[in-house]
C-alpha cells in the first residue's frame, strides 16, 4: 500500500507545492497507543471523581478523547492532513473495537453456557421416550437435511436469476425481478411459513407435515437475499475480464462461467453463507410447517421432523420444572448451530482457496 | 449500466459469429437463467395471492367486527411506528460501525490479522437470529439497566431517555441495539467484500498524488463502494424489520405510539406482533395478522424503493 | 483449465440437475410415501386396545401443556414401542383449528370449545359419525410472583390485586397493600406490573379470575390479549419469570411450579390466604359446576364454568384448566385405539403425577377423574 519509490517524488513535491502535508516531523511509532491509553485514564479518574464510573463509559468516552487528542498532538507536529489521517484511523479503530465488543460477549456466553448443556449423548440420540432431557440428533439431523434442501433449491434458482440481472436482463422482466425481490425481502418469516403450509394443504389435505415443506417456506425466505448479494459481487467484477473474454471468441455463457463466476466466487460464497445462517435459524415458519417430534426422521418427504431451532425455542419457552437443565439444552442447541454453521463456512473457504490459487 | 449493455451486444456479436454449437451453449444457460427469474417471480406471485386472499377479509371487515373493535389502520399504525423505529435505531447504530469494521480490515489491520478477521466477521454475519435473540434476553437486557437508569438520570431531558427507565432492560433501546448488533456484520461483510475490490489503480493513483490513508479511502474506496454499501445496508434493514422472534422474546410490548426508547411500554413491531398473536388467533383475527404482514411489504418495499432511488443518484454522479 | 471445467460442470449440474430435481422430482416422491404413511397406520394397531398399541398419531395445541404432554409422549413410547405420538406448541387457537380441519387427531386448548365463531359446533360436525370428546386434563395453579428482596410473605387481596395489575397502586409501600401486610418491611419503590405480550390461556384465566373477584376495579373484558397499556410485557411464562426475576419491584402472574426462586403471594380467599398448591388448585374443580352452553348436551364434553368466587378454605382459584379435544371415532380403528389409550395414560393417575413432576401440574381430583375416564372411554 505504501507507493513506490518512483511515485515518492511526486508526493514531496506536490506537499511541497500545495504548502500541506509533513512538516518534517513525524509522532513516534507507539503515540496512537499512547493516546488511547492516557484516553482512557483520564477519563477513567474523572468518572471515578463525578461518581459516574463504569467501564462501558470509560471505554467510550475514552476512545472519543483519544480521537481529539491524537488530532490535538499531531497536528502542530505533522500538519493538518497527517493529524486528520490519525484521527480518522483512531476512529475507525475504535469503531471496530466497539463493533467487536458485542460480539465478542455473544459469542463467549454461547460457548459457556452451552458448553454445559453439551454432551455426547446431545449428539448421538434423541429425546425419543426421555422424560424432559435426552439428545438433541433427531434436531441437528432435521436441521441438516431441511437446510439443505433449501439451500439446493434456492442458491441455482437465486445465482441464476442474479446473473440473468446483470448479465441477460433487459426491459420488463429484468425491473419486474428487481421490484419483486426487494418486495420478498419484506417477507415475514411466519408469513412464509404459512404460504408453504396453505401451498401443500391444497396437494395433501389438512395437517400435512414434512421436512420439505419446512424447506420450501426457508426457499421463500433465502432466494432474495442470495439474488441481492449475488447480484452486488457480479456487478463488481470488471468489465475489461468479459471484454477480453469475448475478444477472444469465446461464447457468453462460457465467459460468465469461466470469468465471471471465478472472480466472483468469494462473494457469492459469502452471500451463500449469510443466506443459510439466515434461514437455519428460523422458527416460526418450520414450527407451523414440519412440526415438532421426539424422533428421528430422516426422510423430509415423509412426517414430521424436529430442528434445532424450534428445538432451542421449545426448551426456552417450556422448560417444565428443571428449569435450567432445559436452558442448559437451549444453549447447546444454539452452540450447535453456531459450529454448524461455521464448520460449513469453513468448508466453502477451502474450497474456495483450493479453487482461487488454481485459476491464477 | 449503459457501457456494459453494449458490452454484451458485442460479446453476443461475437459469440454469434463463431459458430453454432456456442450459440446453442449460450441458448441454453440464457434459458436457464430466464427459468430460474420466472421462477422466482411465479414463487412470488403464489405468496402473493396468499397473502392477498388471507389478509382482505380483515381489510374489508367493519371495525366492529374486527377482533379489538378498532379499525385496521389504528390497529397497524403503532406496530408500523415500531417496525419503524427499530429499524431505523439499528441502522443508525450499525451502518457507521459496520463501514468502519469493514475499512479497517480492509485498509487498516496488517494482512495477516485482516484474513482472520474478515473470517470472523463473515462467521458473525452466519449466526442465527435466534441466539441474538437468546442473547438479548439473558446478557445485554441486564447488562442494559443500570445503562438506561444512567440515561434517565443525566440525559432524562432528551425526549428518547425521558424514561421511566425500565428495570429489567426489555425496552426499544436493547433491541434496536440487538438488531444492529445482528445486521452489522451483514453490512459489514458485503461493504468488506466491495473494499477489498476497490482497483489497485484508483487507490495507488491517490497515494502518488499525496493523498494521506484517509484521503485515498474518502476518494477511492468509498465512492467505489457506495453503492454495495448501501445495498448490504438494505439487505440488513430487511432482516432487522423482518426479525421476529428475537424482537417477541425481547421486547416489552404495550404501548402505543412514543419515543421514548428506554421505557417499559414500547410499540410492537408487525412481525413480533405476528409471531406473538398468531398462536391463539382463530378467524378474522389471523385475517388482520396476515394483512398487518402486508403493510410490512409496503414498507420495506418503500425503503427499498428510497434505497435504489440513492444508489442511482450516485450512479449518475 | 481443468478446474474451470469441473466449475461449468458443477454450476450446470447444479441449476439443471439439482434444480429440476427438487421441483419435478419431490412431488413424485412426496405423493408415494404419503401413501406408504396411510398404510403405516391402517397396518398397526388391530389387536385388542389393551393390548400395546402402535402407529402415529399427531396433537397440537397449548404452549401450556407442552411440558406435560412431552412427559406423556415419552413415557407413552416407552410403554409402546410401536406408536409414534407428536404434539406441536402452535397454541390452542391453532390446535383448535387443525382439529376441526382434520389435521390433527387431537388437540389440547386452554380454553373450551365454545360457540363464537361457531367452534363448538364444527367440532362437533369434524367428529360425525362418532361425537366430541373434550376432557380436562391438565390443572395448574397461575402464581402472583414477586420480586422484593427481604420480603418472604406477601398477603394480597382481590381488590389490591387487580388495583396492582390495573396500575392503580403505584408504590410498593401503598397503604393498602401495607395494611394487609402488617409487619413486613415494604420498600418505597416503584410497582411494575409484568403481563404476556402474547396471547395466551394464562392471561384469560387471569384476567376471568380478576374481573369475577374485582369487578369494580377490574373492568375490562375477559380475554387472552391483555387489556391495560403501558405495563412491562414478555412472551410465553419463561418470559414473565426471566423480567420479574431482572427487576426488582416486578410482579406478574405465570404458572406456579416455574416461579423458581421467586416470592409467590398468598391471596385472601374468604376468610383464609390461600397458596398456589396442586391441592388446593385441584380442588376448585370440584366445586365448579358444569357449564351446559359449551358442552351443549354432548355427553362426552366435561366443560365447568370455574368457580373463581369460592370461598371454601384451601382452595386457590387462579387456576388454568386445559383440555384435551378428540372425537369417538375416527378414520380407522386403530388410530381410535391410539388417542383412547394415549387419553387414557394422560388422564391417569399415574400420568397425571408425571405430569406433576414433569410440569408441576396439578393432578386431577380422584372425582374428576371418575368423570373423565367414563368420557374417555366412549372412544371406540
Known amino acids: ?360 | 449500466m449503459a457501457h456494459l449493455d453494449t458490452t454484451t451486444n458485442a460479446g453476443q456479436l461475437l459469440a454469434a459469429a463463431s459458430g453454432g454449437r456456442r450459440r446453442r451453449g449460450d441458448r441454453i444457460f440464457s434459458n436457464t437463467a430466464v427459468i430460474a427469474a420466472v421462477t422466482i417471480l411465479a414463487l412470488l406471485v403464489g405468496v402473493a395471492a396468499f397473502l392477498v386472499a388471507e389478509g382482505f377479509p380483515a381489510l374489508t371487515a367493519s371495525s366492529a367486527d374486527l377482533p379489538n373493535h378498532e379499525s385496521f389502520l389504528s390497529y397497524v399504525a403503532p406496530l408500523a411506528f415500531g417496525t419503524v423505529l427499530a429499524g431505523v435505531l439499528a441502522m443508525i447504530v450499525a451502518v457507521p460501525l459496520a463501514v468502519a469494521v469493514a475499512l479497517f480490515i480492509t485498509h487498516i489491520a496488517p494482512a495477516r490479522i485482516a484474513m482472520l478477521l474478515g473470517f470472523f466477521v463473515d462467521l458473525l454475519a452466519a449466526i442465527p437470529s435466534i441466539i441474538y435473540g437468546l442473547w438479548g434476553i439473558f446478557v445485554l437486557g441486564p447488562a442494559a439497566v443500570p445503562a438506561m437508569k444512567w440515561l434517565e438520570e443525566k440525559l432524562g431531558f432528551i425526549p428518547i431517555f425521558e424514561g421511566p427507565a425500565s428495570i429489567t432492560g426489555r425496552t426499544m433501546l436493547v433491541v434496536g441495539l440487538v438488531l444492529a448488533v445482528m445486521i452489522l456484520p451483514i453490512i459489514s461483510a458485503v461493504a468488506r467484500e466491495v473494499f477489498s475490490q476497490t482497483p489497485r489503480k484508483l487507490q495507488e493513483g491517490a497515494q502518488a498524488l499525496g493523498a494521506t490513508r484517509w484521503e485515498m479511502i474518502r476518494t477511492t474506496v468509498l465512492p467505489f463502494g457506495r453503492s454495495s454499501v448501501i445495498s448490504g445496508a438494505m439487505l440488513g434493514l430487511g432482516r432487522a424489520l423482518g426479525e421476529t422472534m428475537a424482537v417477541a422474546i425481547i421486547l416489552s410490548v404495550s404501548g402505543g405510539v412514543t419515543f421514548n426508547l428506554i421505557g417499559q411500554a414500547n410499540p410492537s413491531t408487525i412481525a413480533a406482533n405476528i409471531a406473538l398473536n398468531f398462536p391463539e388467533s382463530s378467524g378474522l383475527a389471523i385475517n388482520l395478522l396476515i394483512a398487518t404482514g402486508l403493510v410490512l411489504f409496503a414498507i420495506t418495499l418503500a425503503t427499498n424503493f428510497i434505497a435504489r432511488m440513492i444508489i442511482a443518484r450516485s450512479e449518475v454522479q | 483449465m481443468s478446474s474451470s471445467k469441473w466449475l461449468a460442470v458443477f454450476a450446470a449440474a447444479c441449476v439443471l440437475v439439482l434444480g429440476l430435481a427438487a421441483c419435478g422430482g419431490g412431488s413424485d416422491t412426496t405423493s408415494g410415501t404419503s401413501g406408504t404413511k396411510e398404510s403405516s397406520e391402517t397396518e398397526s394397531g388391530g389387536g385388542a386396545p389393551s393390548a400395546e398399541v402402535s402407529g402415529e398419531i399427531a396433537g397440537a395445541g397449548s404452549t401450556a401443556q407442552q411440558a406435560s404432554q412431552e412427559a406423556w409422549i415419552a413415557e407413552f413410547e416407552n410403554a409402546n414401542g410401536g406408536a409414534t405420538i407428536s404434539y406441536d406448541g402452535v397454541g390452542s387457537g391453532g390446535g383448535r383449528e387443525q382439529f376441526i380441519s382434520g389435521g390433527v387427531a387431537f388437540a389440547g386448548s386452554d380454553t373450551p370449545l365454545s360457540e363464537s365463531e361457531g367452534e363448538l359446533a364444527k367440532a362437533i360436525k369434524r367428529c360425525e359419525p362418532g361425537e366430541l370428546v373434550e376432557v380436562p386434563n391438565y390443572i395448574s395453579p397461575i402464581g402472583i410472583v414477586y420480586n422484593l428482596p427481604g420480603v418472604e410473605e406477601l398477603k394480597l387481596e382481590p381488590d389490591t390485586l387487580a388495583k396492582i395489575f390495573n396500575q392503580e397502586i403505584e408504590k410498593w409501600n401503598d397503604p393498602e397493600i401495607a395494611k394487609e401486610n402488617p409487619g413486613v418491611e415494604l420498600p418505597d419503590i416503584r410497582i411494575v406490573p409484568v403481563n404476556r405480550s402474547d396471547e395466551s390461556g394464562t392471561t384469560e384465566n387471569f384476567t376471568d379470575y380478576l374481573s369475577k373477584v374485582a369487578p369494580k376495579v377490574w373492568t375490562h373484558e375477559v380475554s387472552g390479549e391483555w387489556p391495560v397499556k403501558g405495563g412491562e410485557a414478555a412472551s410465553g411464562t419463561s418470559g414473565v419469570i426471566e423480567a420479574v426475576s431482572n427487576g426488582e419491584g416486578a410482579i406478574g402472574y405465570a404458572d406456579a411450579s416455574q416461579a423458581g426462586e421467586l416470592g409467590k403471594a398468598l391471596i385472601k380467599v374468604g376468610n383464609t390466604w390461600a397458596e398456589p398448591s396442586a391441592e388446593a388448585a385441584a380442588k376448585v374443580l370440584d366445586l365448579s359446576k358444569e357449564d351446559p352452553e359449551l358442552e351443549k348436551g354432548q355427553k362426552n364434553v366435561i366443560a365447568f364454568e370455574i368457580d373463581r368466587k369460592t370461598e371454601a378454605s384451601g382452595v386457590y382459584p387462579i387456576i388454568l384448566v386445559s383440555s384435551m379435544i378428540g372425537c369417538t371415532k375416527y378414520k380407522s380403528a386403530s388410530e381410535a385405539a391410539l388417542v383412547k389409550a394415549y387419553f387414557e395414560y394422560a388422564i391417569s393417575p399415574d400420568g397425571q403425577k408425571l405430569a406433576a413432576e414433569a410440569a408441576g401440574s396439578a393432578p386431577l381430583s380422584p372425582a374428576l377423574t371418575k368423570k373423565v375416564e367414563a368420557a374417555v372411554a366412549s372412544i371406540e
Not at chain 1, 425419543?128 to 439451500?151: D, E
Open chain 1, 1 to 360: 500500500m505504501t507507493p513506490p519509490p518512483a511515485q515518492a517524488a511526486t508526493l514531496s513535491t506536490r506537499s511541497l507545492l500545495s504548502g500541506e502535508g509533513s512538516r518534517g516531523g513525524s509522532l513516534p511509532s507507539w503515540a496512537p497507543w499512547g493516546a488511547f491509553v492516557g484516553a482512557l485514564a483520564f477519563c477513567g479518574l474523572v468518572e471515578a471523581a463525578l461518581g459516574w464510573f463504569t467501564i462501558a463509559l470509560m471505554v467510550v468516552f475514552g476512545a472519543l478523547v483519544a480521537i481529539l487528542a491524537i488530532y490535538a498532538w499531531s497536528r502542530p507536529i505533522e500538519g493538518a492532513r497527517r493529524a486528520k489521517d490519525r484521527a480518522v484511523t483512531m476512529a475507525i479503530v475504535a469503531a471496530f473495537g466497539v463493533a467487536m465488543a458485542p460480539l465478542v460477549s455473544l459469542l463467549y456466553e454461547v460457548l459457556t453456557r452451552g458448553a454445559r448443556g453439551i454432551s455426547w449423548e446431545f449428539f448421538t440420540s434423541d429425546a425419543r421416550g426421555v422424560v424432559g432431557g435426552g439428545g438433541a440428533a433427531h434436531a441437528i439431523v432435521g436441521t441438516l437435511i431441511i437446510t439443505a434442501c433449501a439451500v439446493v433449491i434456492a442458491v441455482p434458482i437465486g445465482i441464476m436469476a442474479a446473473i440473468y440481472m446483470n448479465e441477460y436482463g433487459r426491459g420488463p422482466l429484468r425491473r419486474a425481478l428487481t421490484f419483486f425481490v426487494d418486495v420478498m425481502t419484506g417477507i415475514p418469516s411466519i408469513v412464509a411459513g404459512l404460504f408453504a403450509y396453505a401451498l401443500f394443504e391444497l396437494f395433501f389435505g389438512p395437517g400435512i407435515r414434512m421436512g420439505i415443506m419446512g424447506s420450501i417456506a426457508l426457499t421463500v425466505l433465502m432466494i432474495p437475499i442470495v439474488i441481492r448479494s449475488a447480484e452486488e459481487v457480479l456487478k463488481i467484477v470488471p468489465n475489461h475480464l468479459r471484454e477480453a473474454s469475448y475478444a477472444l471468441g469465446t461464447p457468453k455463457w462460457k465467459t460468465i462461467v469461466k470469468v465471471v463466476l471465478p472472480t466472483a466466487f468469494a462473494g457469492l460464497v459469502t452471500g451463500v453463507m449469510i443466506a443459510t445462517a439466515r434461514i437455519i435459524g428460523e422458527t416460526a415458519p418450520l414450527l407451523v410447517t414440519t412440526g415438532v417430534v421426539d424422533s428421528l426422521n430422516t426422510d423430509p418427504f415423509q412426517g414430521r421432523m424436529q430442528n434445532l431451532a424450534v428445538y432451542a425455542y421449545n426448551e426456552y419457552r417450556s422448560p417444565g420444572v428443571m428449569k435450567q437443565a432445559s436452558y442448559d439444552r437451549a444453549w447447546a442447541a444454539a452452540l450447535t448451530l453456531i459450529a454448524i454453521v461455521m464448520i460449513l463456512n469453513v468448508i466453502a473457504r477451502l474450497v474456495y482457496r483450493r479453487y482461487k490459487t488454481e485459476i491464477r
